[in-house]
Nanobody
Framework: QVRLVESGGGLVQPGGSLRLSCAASGSDFSIDDMAWYRQAPGKERELVAR???????NLTDSVKGRFTISRDNAKNTVYLQMNSLKPEDTAVYYC?????????????????WGQGTQVTVSS
């Protein structure tokens, strides 16, 4: 099993910054893509940012120029630096990791989710 633990959420004023972290732990695995999703009250969960194991990134249009996704492969950790936060960024943020395992000569791919961390942007 792989466990994802998120941290860094909280309450911030509009225009402020937060940095989310998500660390994966477990044994005998490697990680391909990692990503951040968010879900605001009454809305569907949406993909915010994704980063490949080769550090290629893509972000949803509403956060481009404000958010940055990065990762430390040695620490199995993904980060989301959020700047110039807006009230509409308020949501529960979830990290994901696409975990690869070798079993009987086959590569198995599974997506794991973190427990979520609340980000509230309000004055």
């Amino acid at each position: 099993q792989v466990r994802l633990v998120e941290s860094g959420g909280g309450l911030v004023q509009p225009g402020g910054s937060l940095r989310l972290s998500c660390a994966a732990s477990g044994s005998d695995f490697s990680i391909d893509d990692m990503a951040w999703y968010r879900q605001a009250p009454g809305k569907e969960r949406e993909l915010v940012a994704r980063i490949t194991s080769g550090y290629s990134t893509n972000l949803t249009d509403s956060v481009k120029g404000r958010f940055t996704i990065s990762r430390d492969n040695a620490k199995n950790t993904v980060y989301l630096q959020m700047n110039s936060l807006k009230p509409e960024d308020t949501a529960v943020y979830y990290c994901t990791a696409d975990v690869l395992r070798i079993l009987i000569g086959r590569t198995l791919r599974s997506r794991y989710w973190g427990q979520g961390t609340q980000v509230t942007v309000s004055s």
